[in-house]
């Protein structure tokens, strides 16, 4: 059986593939923004994320400021932080955080009564280095950027708001368009740490 075996003619195959069947909804885009929705759907196979990913007019300006000046990105699950490519994080000496696994996380969430991802946006937020936030799993996540901006911490550049799920998902990118900083989100019920990686790298690859 003949098949294709190079992994760059095998993505660059399929980038082909997407550009063709999705040539009508990829219309709406800006050449940058259409990168970046292109990997969304070559990570999932799903052309209906043309349809749901709602970029706000400065995102992807800020998103390439941020990361050349090498803030920060805070990720709210390690699917995210080790999925994002390092190499080229190195290369603009961007971190990619995550704290929900740590000690501190643990005491405060259970001191608190709330989530994890809740305690770590709490300990994010206190972080000026960080930039952008890539919420790919915890609605609640997202609630808990609104309430700390709400409190008068400083908001961050960029926020990736595309959290999975039936409970608080849809309400939760909802309300990030309140918030008066720039997103880039996934309407609806679907998204997920996969759809957050995509959009980062394909950000990266702007670079």
Known sequence: MEYIKNPRAIEDKSFDIIEEEGKQQLQRFTEDEKKIVKRVIHTTADFEYADLIDF?????????????????????????????????????????????HDDDIYK???????????????????????????????????FQIKECIERGMTPPDLIIAVPVGFVGAVESKEMVSDLGIPYIRVNGRKGGSPVAVAILNGVLRLL
Do not use: C, W
């Open 56 to 100: 706000h007019p400065q995102a992807v300006a800020v998103a390439k400021k941020a990361l050349t000046s090498a803030g920060a990105i805070y990720a709210d699950t390690s699917m995210i932080q080790q999925g994002v490519q390092r190499r080229m994080l190195k290369n603009l000496g961007v971190e990619i955080l995550n704290y929900v």
């Open 108 to 142: 405060l969430a259970e001191a608190k009564g709330i989530t994890r991802s809740m305690a770590g946006i709490e300990k994010a937020m206190a972080n000026d280095h960080i930039k952008i936030f890539a919420i790919g799993n915890a609605p609640t996540a997202l």
